[in-house]
């Protein structure tokens, strides 16, 4: 079957959309896969304070990310630059440290899924001033945390289906 007219399982975008948060993220790669991942789901990128990389346009088109420019991104300098942008959105916090699943997290369209620097998560004082808005990712394994950009995936997908944003794909071309 010709590429051009493959089927493809897509879903109805999310209003209002969640919006992925990364603090400092450090890895241009985890980077922009969750930008890929932002643009399949039509969920905004927010990237907040220093980056370890660049993201000018001679940048993205070096590391070849030709979706970039689907991806809705925003830069903040701050969190607190955030949740003034976006007041109406509620905070839901992950880290490796966190006591809670995030399959116990309830979510709700508009949220903000934010995750922080690979090296060293989110701030402590940061989780210890929203202990209640605070969850992780369960690890069978001796791993200490999955790598960024599959716990975005894992996160997002999860808070898609419990909204009900997956329930009623289409084959479209």
Do not use: C
């Amino acid at each position: 079957m010709p590429h051009e007219t493959r089927l493809r399982l897509r879903a109805a975008p999310l209003e209002p959309p969640f919006r992925l948060v990364l603090i400092e993220p450090e890895i241009p790669q985890n980077t922009g896969n969750i930008g890929r991942l932002s643009a399949a789901t039509q969920s905004p990128l927010h990237l907040i304070g220093r980056l370890g990389f660049r993201i000018d346009e001679h940048a993205v088109r070096r590391a070849g990310l030709d979706y970039w420019h689907l991806v809705q991104l925003e830069q903040h300098v701050n969190l607190d630059h955030f949740k003034h942008a976006h007041p109406g959105a509620r905070l839901r916090l992950f880290s490796s440290s966190a006591t809670r699943s995030y399959l116990d997290a309830e979510f709700r369209p508009g949220d903000a899924l934010v995750f922080g620097k690979e090296s060293m998560g989110l701030d402590p004082a940061l989780l210890e001033s929203m202990p209640d808005s605070v969850f992780g990712i369960p690890m069978p394994g001796a791993v200490r945390s999955l790598n960024l950009a599959n716990a975005v995936s894992i996160v997002l997908y999860e808070a898609l289906r419990q909204v009900g944003a997956l329930n009623t794909p289409q084959a479209q071309s």
